[in-house]
């Protein structure tokens, strides 16, 4: 029952962030955004802390003043993770923050001015090897394309996103990537899958201004996922309005659902029925939030009656099959041992625990190995 994931990936030219590699044959990585004052230094940086445990690999920061700038410098001093400054309009503020660590600037160099204040932007950030991300939006489109196209549509965002691209290919600027965003799946969909076939360098996917947790998550789901099967995108971000850390764990969810990355634990799951020996869902809803600190892959299987437990537990590293008077307990595809019911979230999370701790060390062991 286990595939290998059939997907393809476009090459792109790679790009570093930080220590983060995006585009080329790195892993696609997960992204959030802080929504805190970035002013405050302390909650922004608690943000990022905790986005870093959730996961992420990268978080944008947005940097509206120059006095935003200046905190985003203490915010740089408090944090390990590579940070994205998002600025508009305002060049000043993209050449402060690059003098103080940022690791890419979002910015569209369309609107930060005239071609000098561009081209400074532009030197700044190849000096200091720093990465541009242009980033389009159907919702703020040039008044000019709004007039020519009539309304956004995947052709205005590419044209929006060309310019750009264009304003750095005549600088001999190639270190950026690039997002074309809609809030219409439809429209992102195929601005990406245009855009794809037109530049080299890495794509940043995102269903812009998604929703709430339910509808932005399913809306996110449908349009990376149809991106991502093409093999587009090196580096993504679901926009919840929400936590923000439930936009990074969405966004592993999406990655290992179609076998792109792997990390923390995948759970095959029963819907429940009146088969069930246990409580299926008040099981599981226990076991994601007391094992969301685990960081090892692996699989659990928690399935509530000997119908289909038994056979998706033995592709599993830990799998429980309910039964009657007691559950089996499979330990990488072979039955280990019965559990009784009391106790059983207990148990569970104990057996887990160890197995992902054995999984770990085999790891460490095999990398110590191949050095």
Known sequence: MHFES????????????????????????????????????????????????AGADIVRV????????????????????PLVADIHFDYRIALRVADLGVDCLRINPGNIGREK????????????????????NAGSLEKDLQKKYGEPTPEAIVESALRHVDI?????????????????????????????????????????????????????????GMLLMDGIGDTLRVSLAADPIEEVKVGWD???????????????????????????VATMNQLEERLDDIRTPMDVSVIGCVVNGPGEAKESDVGLAGGTPSHSIYIDGQADHKLGK?????????IIRAKAEEKAEAEKDLIAKSV
């Open 6 to 53: 059939p997907i393809k990936r476009r090459k792109s030219r790679q790009i570093m962030v930080g220590d983060v590699a995006v585009g080329g044959d790195a892993p696609i990585s997960v992204q959030s955004m802080t929504n805190t004052d970035t002013c405050d230094v302390n909650a922004t940086v608690a943000q990022i802390q905790g986005l870093q445990d």
């Open 62 to 81: 947005s940097v509206p003043t120059l006095d935003a700038a200046e905190a985003f410098g203490e915010i740089r001093k408090a944090v390990t993770l």
């Open 117 to 136: 204040r561009i081209a400074a932007v532009v030197e700044k950030a190849r000096d200091l090897n720093i990465p541009i991300r242009i980033g389009v």
């Open 168 to 224: 750095l290919d005549k600088m001999n600027f190639q270190d950026f990537k690039v997002s074309v965003k809609a809030s219409d799946v439809f429209m992102a969909v195929a601005a990406y899958r245009k855009l794809a076939t037109q530049i080299e360098q890495p794509l940043h996917l995102g269903i812009t201004e998604a929703g709430g947790l339910r509808s932005g998550t399913v809306k996110s789901a449908v349009g990376l």
């Open 254 to 280: 999406i990655l290992k659902s179609l076998k792109l990355r792997a990390k923390g634990i995948n759970f095959i799951a029963c819907p429940s029925c009146s088969r069930q020996n246990f409580d299926v």
């Open 342 to 350: 009391d106790n059983l979230v207990d148990n569970l999370e104990r």
